[in-house]
């Protein structure tokens, strides 16, 4: 206890003030307004005529609040079903999403490009810097209860810094589209933790065991975060796909994806339970498993009978594994996942990869006509964001797709692709390409 | 308990994946993405010129996730003030609207309309999805305590098909003008709960009624759900209202309704309440019954002066209701009414059935000019979505009225409505009268 | 007790009723809707070329509802770490929440300018009474534990009234520009409820201090209201700024302000704990001064620097002043503030107006570019809005930016403007202008 103490009393107020002024010294040589919210500049588009309504924060705003409510409620209450960390989760949650967001906007800022030697800020980084911060939060589920809160801020500076690498190999270097984060967000996040837990192991933790233990309130706490995490998930996976049908169809896939989840895990749950009852952590976490599975995928054409299978999948595997695997995680491999990341956004999060990979394979102009430029485009030379064509070099029938998509978007070329030149103004050609 | 947990056992995991199943085998043959979700379809509309801020995603989302968290916070929540069925409150209240927005999006395609042989989904249709099972949500109000998740399954398969029949009538065949579902949703969903509610009326459930009492923390939770009701209500009133004074006016008339409905409440619960004290199961219920009462008057010129007078109303009507007639209903009728969903829902429903009918009647072109069009419209050919003027064969000056709106709307007639059509690009047009 | 009971069986009623009937009377004979929500008037718009799309609603109802969720989950969760008060905490927050917004649209519709005798209601109007009202509720936290609801409607009664009056000379005589109300919400509510607390100061209140003590639940249920407080601050101070980039830009110093307070809270909080553990006081309170001090140049080109210093240092004001200035209040001046409201909304408040002046008297054209003029643009004859400069007599070089704005809006005049006046329809310059 006098350890604790003096590690809050002297070590956590050290690494909150230097970290903190570290941050504010980077953004202060290196952050700038981008050109939706700097007066100058957007008023410079607005007298070459566009108007006050097109400017982003309209279209992303509401998604980036649903995601903010995602972060540091959802998060933050899902983790309170373990009574005797009930506490830390909210408050620990709380601290190392205000440290990580900040952390991410740098490191996303080096990593994804910079302008003229600055990093610009917008609605945009501001989703992806709590993208990132979420991705820490998984990690966080994994080792809750056996870190201190200066631990943890070390653990989301070396995370963020990777995630960020992570990130700008899978979308940039590979050419991955993973607008929802199956892949950079869930599967790293869950991996990521676990690593940390394994390291973390003490074998008498064993001994605590009934701490783990929820009740009552907890489990009302803790519902308040899962309901939270279901409701906007659309909103997360959909957040930072292309406006307009994209956007759409990502919040739909994803609403419907859930729904089914949900079902497969009130199945499922019951039918493992050792004493017929319905087990409350299943349905807080697995029912979830539906949203991280359409992380990739949501945004191309799956259809609501595709995420409808996909989420039942995800819910089956993700009870199985609370129910299976996680003994096996910590006898055999050592590894205390103390929220049963793996369960939720581990295993979940390959789903969602396979079955991304799967939807880009087989992704034709029939079916998305000129939608597959605007979904599937890939600008070599610029930066890129999320939104780009799966490329894993493990399925060739892939590159085919890409190669159509290529084809499509040749500039300069006849056709369709040149109706859709003359109707936009440049200003919204653009934003599509951004 | 050996009963019950072979129900959860068995049961329950069968209802859950065989009714899950059939429902992907439906969406897999049935439902399709509608134009706006489709990525050829909207890109056809893109090199048609539309821009892709107008896809309908913009103007509906963030009322649909606020529908979305009434749903499952606001309902989930408002019910755990009942201590002894907290957490089934929110745990049951989870699995059957996550299965009830699935089979109502089928029931409702069905009812209203197929395009070719298929459903076709969209925001709209996932937020007419979460109206239908908001009023399963209040049935369960009724019969809380008194029913097996399985049994509750089997009643949303039921309530959610009659509800779109009902739907249908209403708003169909009667024409009648609904779109915050005082009728189709409150006065359907309170009257089918009570109805359930008798025929489960299990007498000597009178002995355990202590357990029925609230509790400090449980009054918390259930202040939560409460709060999000009343704050979101405006939105779930607006939601499917038509675009732009529409949309405004009904949140706006909402908001006031609430206001003054909280007032009387506080009011009425003071005066009525044995000991002087405030009774919390008033103000966590009949404080929402304001914006029941101008669900279908809401969007009509009801002024705030109009909708202050009717929040007052559903307040005190609501409060005593819950003093004086819920005994008597439990002591006369045999109906439980476990969470007073009859105070709540059911008369407010009715009044606001009542002060749709008289507002639509009082209106005229003097106070509506152009918009009179737009609100009132009627399609006959075409497939109805809540939107439509009032048509109770019982009200015979409502006629005029109606005579009044079709005479406007003739097409190829003089004055402004010609004006009208030329300021209008044939897609905004058609959304107008969508 | 059976003093209390007379009070709630009683005066409680009367006061209600009495007060609802007549704000109902006055809205009958006052409140009309505006042109956004008036089916006529909107219907004139679109017949001049307006679309559906172009109303108000879209752009403020999204930031609407997050204030709403401020004032209604946010200021009455953040109450109930007092566990005594827990209850009375978010039941009479929603009272006087309720009352206050119906009173302050009378208020503010009044002092800010009636059309024809007329008060006209809309987004803006319900976004400005949802702000009045949280200034109330401001000082209730002063005051909770020590007052009945009589009591409370009485002063909410007073203070809206009062409220209206402060906003109109700030904004309007003395011409500053407050979009977040550093000083109009929160120096004006928090030193108002100090005097309320200093007029109720009872000195036997120190013996049943250990009422004040928190616990668990209580905790958990107050990190609900500190976190939806926090998260929805960047909503708060953008939801009255202009269209564009400053809303854009206003929500995005916030983000930044509140991230830099956090890490500010949780290390200040570890270093004067006499313990060395987190004082959750400080964590529930003083994190969401960043908000508060953000409130005035958060619509300004702060930068993310700026508004990471500006949180930082009110994150380290707000912690010292729960550790060593409120016992100084309490013992010294007699003043009881129960939740410390001096900390979080007083000091900050003071600090946000001065930051305001400082970055208002930076301003120049060659930051701004044309958007100095729609930020800082005052127009003397018309009923002001939030959303204009900073004119505080005390700072001399401040006048030097207003000259450059108005030199700068002249009508008629060379350059840039001209430009800008070109590609604007009229509409849009009013909606600008507004």
Known sequence: MTNSAT???????????????????????????????DAKLWHKEIANGSSNYDNNFYYRYPSFQDVHVMIFIGFGFLMTFLQRYGFSSVGFNFLIAAFALQWATLMQGFVHGMHGGKIHVGIESMINADFCTGSVLISFGAVLGKTSPVQLLVMSVIEVTLFAINEFIVLSVLGAKDAGGSMTIHTFGAYFGLMVARVLYRPNLDKSKHKNCSVYHSDLFAMIGTIYLWMFWPSFNSAVTAHGDDQHRTAMNTYYSLAACTLATYGLSAVVAHDGKLDMVHIQNAALAGGVAVGTAGEMMLTPFGSMIVGFLAGTVSVLGFKFLSPILEQKLKIQDTCGVHNLHGMPGVLGAIVGAVTAALATKDVYGDGLVCLFLTSWESVPSPGFMVKLPLLRKQTDAIKVCIHTTLPGEEGSQEELTTVRTPDEAEKLNA
């Open 7 to 37: 590690n809050l009393r002297l070590k956590l107020p050290i690494a909150c003030i230097i970290l903190e002024v570290i941050i504010i010294i980077l953004f202060g040589t290196l952050v700038q307004y981008d050109d939706e919210t």
